[in-house]
């Protein structure tokens, strides 16, 4: 084999996954995203549409 590294990798990467669908596997909780995220985006879209308003009239 010409490469041993990727083989090994690829293995340990194959039981893993094969592992965390057991039945008995631990149960990962469902983690809300903050709402930071909207207000972020609410924020860019008004600097944006300033923006463009800015552009526009020049």
């Given at each position: 084999?010409?490469?041993?590294?990727?083989?090994?990798?690829?293995?340990?990467?194959?039981?893993?996954?094969?592992?965390?669908?057991?039945?008995?596997?631990?149960?990962?909780?469902?983690?809300?995203?903050?709402?930071?995220?909207?207000?972020?985006?609410?924020?860019?879209?008004?600097?944006?549409?300033?923006?463009?308003?800015?552009?526009k009239?020049?």
């Open positions: 084999m010409e490469m041993p590294a990727a083989f090994v990798t690829a293995i340990n990467a194959v039981d893993y996954e094969f592992a965390s669908a057991r039945p008995d596997a631990p149960v990962v909780p469902h983690v809300e995203k903050p709402q930071r995220a909207k207000v972020v985006r609410t924020a860019v879209a008004k600097r944006l549409a300033r923006a463009a308003r800015a552009v009239l020049a």
